[in-house]
């Protein structure tokens, strides 16, 4: 069972691994739903770390229609991590009408080899997930990050547990969205997924001793929670008990 995190900065990424991460979605801005962490970020990750690192490849927040322009950043950055040795990227591109972008992924796919790809939850804006599903498998993307185009997993556990019947082993889904260890083991029991994604973070406060009062600016940031990352690894590893 792999249980796959998110890192939004560089000691999380260490937190991650210690705790019992698999592998390691690496992202920046959560509040925008995730775009793509600097290089910076990615290549001190990838030098400290041993587990497999996925940065997300997401110019903007947003909707996952792109333009030229920026499925060309997208395909920089994609080039900049393979350089480094990243093990895999996330990405994901929709037409107009909500069907999966088949020529940009492709030509963001073939910038990517040899890196798996993660097509990331663009997959739930789609508008149908039986046919993005077949898009997304003969194209040759690794996985499907989804959370059954509900808000969160366990919402979406039924349409999850139809795509993983329906893949046939051709490509991976996994379950994210709202995963923590209260809902780990239902969303696993249920869905049969082999793959786990959560981002198991939390607020965490500031250590600067100045504040200016009048900025009223709140400092917290989004860090690793490490004893919800060790239960949720405690509670896949107990699994042949469920």
Same mark, same amino acid.
């Given at each position: 069972m792999i249980l796959e995190l998110i890192a939004f900065d560089y000691n999380s990424a260490l937190l991650a691994q210690e705790n019992?991460?698999?592998?390691?979605e690496i992202c920046d801005n959560k509040l925008e739903g995730c775009t793509t962490p600097s290089y910076g970020l990615v290549k001190l990750i990838k030098e400290a770390i041993q587990i497999p690192i996925f940065p997300m490849i997401r110019p903007r927040g947003g909707d996952f229609?792109? %333009?030229k322009e920026e499925i060309h950043?997208?395909?920089y950055d994609i080039e900049l991590f393979r350089d480094i040795g990243c093990e895999g990227v996330v990405f994901g591109c929709l037409d107009e009408v909500g069907n999966v972008d088949v020529k940009r992924c492709e030509e963001l796919l073939k910038?990517?080899?040899p890196m798996k790809v993660t097509f990331h939850r663009a997959f739930d804006r789609s508008n149908d997930p039986f046919n993005a599903l077949r898009d997304?498998? %003969?194209? &040759?993307f690794s996985r499907i990050l989804t959370s059954g185009q509900k808000p969160t997993a366990l919402e979406g556990k039924e349409l999850i547990?139809?795509?993983? %019947?329906r893949s046939e082993g051709d490509i991976i889904i996994i379950p994210g &969205?709202?995963?923590n260890s209260t809902n780990i083991v239902e969303v696993f029991q249920f869905t049969g997924a082999q793959e786990i994604? %959560?981002?198991a973070t939390i607020q965490k406060k500031s250590n600067m001793e100045f504040v200016n009062l009048e900025l009223k600016e709140n400092l917290e940031f989004y860090g690793l929670d490490e004893k919800e990352a060790r239960r949720m690894k405690q509670l896949l590893g107990a699994r042949e008990n469920y």
């Open positions: 019992g991460a698999d592998r390691l229609l792109y %333009s950043i997208m395909k910038i990517a080899y997304i498998s %003969s194209m &040759g547990k139809e795509l993983i %019947s &969205g709202g995963i994604h %959560s981002p």
